[in-house]
């Protein structure tokens, strides 16, 4: 049996576990005790996992403990975890507390059956998604079988086109907001449509973040926690941010002073002839902007942060203008020109 423990440092906070592996001793720092012990658990359980070939039967409630604790070990975000455990805490409504030794393939298919009454399909996969991301790590640690036939399956979701603006609905709503609204708006509809940026990172900016010798600004996720500290803008939009910044009080840090209300967003987009407008939107705009003048998706995959090409091109991408210009590309002259 190989061993993994828990000890303190002197003079240093936190709690670490010590194991042994391929001759050499190694050690991972934690915050807290109960974290320290949760990660001994794990890895006693991979340093034997030639030792342990049975899978061990856990009640339900164990399991939602661990994994809750797994995914913060992990460093997810706090958005992250609520919504993997929401998934399971469905999971138990619908179809009950059980064992590990109790998940069968039925059991799976009555919650997607149950559970697709309740939601769309886009968010029914969301639900799925998580689901094999707990059965992946159940059996991992052995409370399934590795050699179980267990899984769920996405369904089809018909995906319409990305909600994009054209040239004409980013000026209407420009124009809606340069009558009667601070210049705040303005600001945040720019920075939507050049960055890409969600409305929350948008709102949590500091006049720090803002590098205009460099002509980029400073941005981490609150979804994802991800960071880019050089996130390119243009030329153009440097100069309104310039401009705004001068304007703004003495020792203010937010870029923003005032907040974002639907109220006030329903007003705008109403004015601007676009009642239906989400900002979420604004950052399709962006992408689809970007895809129509013909940058990788690779590229716009990487402003957006986001965890898959097909993702970018799914559901942030409208390449509607880009089919026209390449269908009016076709040599139909030549074709039908007579010899």
């Not at 799976?108 to 059965?135: C, G, P, V, Y």
Request: hydrophobic share 35%; charged share 30%.
């Amino acid at each position: 049996m190989r061993k993994a423990w828990t000890y303190q440092r002197k003079n240093t906070k936190g709690w670490w576990v010590g194991w042994i592996e391929s001759g050499k001793r190694k050690a991972k720092a934690f915050p807290n005790k109960t974290l320290a012990e949760h990660f001994r658990q794990l890895k006693y359980t991979q340093l034997n996992s030639d030792v342990f070939v049975s899978t061990i039967n856990v009640d339900w409630q164990q399991m939602l403990e661990e994994y809750e604790r797994s995914k913060r070990v992990a460093g997810f975000q706090d958005t992250s975890i609520y919504e993997a455990m929401l998934t399971l805490r469905h999971f138990e409504r619908l179809i009950g507390p059980c064992s590990s030794k109790q998940i069968t393939q039925a059991l799976l298919d009555k919650f997607i059956l149950k559970r697709s009454k309740e939601i769309k399909r886009s968010t029914l996969n969301k639900d799925i998604n998580n689901l094999k991301a707990f059965l992946t790590w159940a059996r991992r640690n052995k409370y399934l079988d590795p050699n179980s036939q267990l899984e769920v399956k996405k369904v089809k979701v018909e995906q319409p086109p990305a909600n994009a603006l054209d040239v004409q609905q980013v000026k209407a709503l420009l124009q809606a907001v340069a009558q009667n609204c601070r210049p705040t708006w303005r600001i945040r509809i720019l920075l939507a449509i050049t960055t890409g940026l969600r409305r929350g990172d948008i709102e949590d900016l500091r006049i720090g973040d803002i590098h205009l010798d460099r002509n980029s600004i400073n941005t981490k996720s609150k979804k994802t926690g991800k960071r880019l500290a050089e996130r390119p803008i243009p030329a153009y939009m440097t100069t309104e941010l310039a401009n705004y910044i001068v304007s703004l009080p003495d020792g203010q840090e937010k870029l923003f002073a005032d907040t974002h209300t639907h109220k006030k967003w329903k007003r705008i987009r109403e004015k601007a002839g676009l009642p239906d407008l989400k900002f979420h939107d604004l950052r399709k705009t962006f992408a689809s902007a970007l895809a129509q003048r013909g940058i990788s998706t690779a590229v716009t995959q990487r402003l957006l942060e986001h965890s898959s090409a097909e993702l970018t091109n799914r559901i942030y991408t409208n390449v509607d203008p880009v089919l026209r210009k390449a269908i009016d590309r076709l040599p139909m002259e030549d074709w039908l020109k007579p010899e």
